[in-house]
Nanobody
Framework: QVRLVESGGGLVRPGGSLRLSCAAS????????MKWVRQTPGNERELIAT???????SYAESVKGRLTISRDNAKNTVYLQMAGLKPEDTAVYYC??????????????WGQGTQVTVSS
């Protein structure tokens, strides 16, 4: 069974930093794009960063310059390095990935989410 497991959330003061990790486990062929998505209460999920298997990254304007997405393909893991955090970054952060469970068949998976709270 394929799973995405996130870690690294917590409470941080404004201006602080955190690094989130999301590791894929189970049996699968390969991983396509990996993404970080966040959600605040009462709002829709917001796509904030995407990284291709080759390492090309794209970001939402709201996080550009402060958050950095990266991945380690050997570890099947995606990271989100967050710096200069603001109270409005408070949200549940989810990782999302299209995973090829066979050579031809991909399935979209979500992690369980990790809470990030930015507060003094």
């Amino acid at each position: 069974q394929v799973r995405l497991v996130e870690s690294g959330g917590g409470l941080v003061r404004p201006g602080g930093s955190l690094r989130l990790s999301c590791a894929a486990s189970g049996s699968f062929h390969s991983i396509d794009d990996m993404k970080w998505v966040r959600q605040t209460p009462g709002n829709e999920r917001e796509l904030i960063a995407t990284i291709t298997p080759g390492g090309s990254a794209s970001y939402a304007e709201s996080v550009k310059g402060r958050l950095t997405i990266s991945r380690d393909n050997a570890k099947n893991t995606v990271y989100l390095q967050m710096a200069g955090l603001k109270p409005e970054d408070t949200a549940v952060y989810y990782c999302n990935a299209n995973i090829y469970v066979t050579v031809l068949n991909s399935v979209n998976y979500w992690g369980q989410g990790t809470q990030v709270t930015v507060s003094s």
